[in-house]
């Protein structure tokens, strides 16, 4: 078990719709990543946030946004959802940015979203 | 753009083999990197990292070489299990914390 937690496990919903996704990091963890993870792309980096603030941008749609809460846990809201969408969301955490140049990062165990 | 691959999509082994699983990356900038494995219906989870100012790294049962010449990086896992069969990445450090994974490598480990 790594301490990251995430809400729901599973989430099957129909195209046009909205869905909230939740993480909560290790406990003492500033950094909280999202990753999409489909069978052709592998893993891939959607966004960054480090203690309340967006860090990093990567591959994130528009119709995506995230925020940080002031507890630390994270939400990747997707919206006007296609079929494309369907895939596993990992969301992972890390201690402090460039703390004695700690990177690793410690994933939750994904959320799998099924666009109908 | 930049990128980290693998050579091979697909490796069987039987138990008590050592297997070696290898990864190629593309910025020479690059000054860390990682191995996570992902079973089935988990998340990834970490494995080993080394830095750039390091050839080898060891850990339990696992280790990673680093060739900065050729930019290629292994994982090499001994004795085998079959508990070890997972998918493996590797990933390197991009920006001032994000990583970058490649596709992944499938370990079949036979009885």
């Known amino acids: 078990d790594s301490g990251v937690t995430q809400t729901p496990k599973h989430l099957i919903t129909a195209t046009g719709q909205r869905v909230t996704l939740r993480c909560s990091p290790r406990?003492?963890?500033?950094?909280v990543y999202w990753y999409q993870q489909s069978l052709d792309q592998g893993l891939q980096f959607l966004i960054q946030?480090?203690?309340?603030?967006?860090?990093a941008k990567g591959n994130i749609l528009e119709r995506f946004s995230a925020q940080q809460f002031p507890d630390l846990h994270s939400e990747l809201n997707l919206s006007s959802l296609e079929l494309g969408d369907s895939a596993l969301y990992f969301c992972?955490?890390?201690?402090?940015?460039?703390?004695?140049?700690?990177?690793?990062?410690?994933f939750g165990p994904g959320t799998r979203l099924t666009v109908t | 753009g930049e990128s980290v691959g693998l050579h091979l999509p697909t490796l069987s082994v039987q138990e008590g083999d050592n297997s070696i699983i290898n990864c190629a990356y593309s910025?020479?900038?690059?000054?860390?990197f990682i191995w996570y494995k992902q079973e089935s219906g988990k998340g990834p989870q970490f494995i080993i990292d080394?830095?750039?100012?390091?050839d080898k790294r060891q850990g339990q049962r696992v280790t990673v070489l680093l060739n900065k010449t050729v930019k290629h990086l292994s994982l090499q896992i001994a004795a085998t299990q079959p508990g070890d069969s997972a998918v493996y990445f590797c990933?390197?450090?991009?920006?001032?914390?994000?990583?970058?994974f490649g596709k992944g490598t499938m370990l079949l480990v036979s009885p």
């Open positions: 992972a955490s890390s201690v402090e940015v460039g703390v004695a140049g700690a990177y690793e990062q410690y």
């Open positions: 990933a390197h450090r991009t920006g001032y914390s994000t990583l970058t």
């Open positions: 080394i830095r750039s100012n390091m």
């Open positions: 910025n020479s900038a690059s000054d860390y």
């Open positions: 406990s003492g963890d500033l950094s």
């Open positions: 946030y480090y203690n309340g603030e967006e860090r």
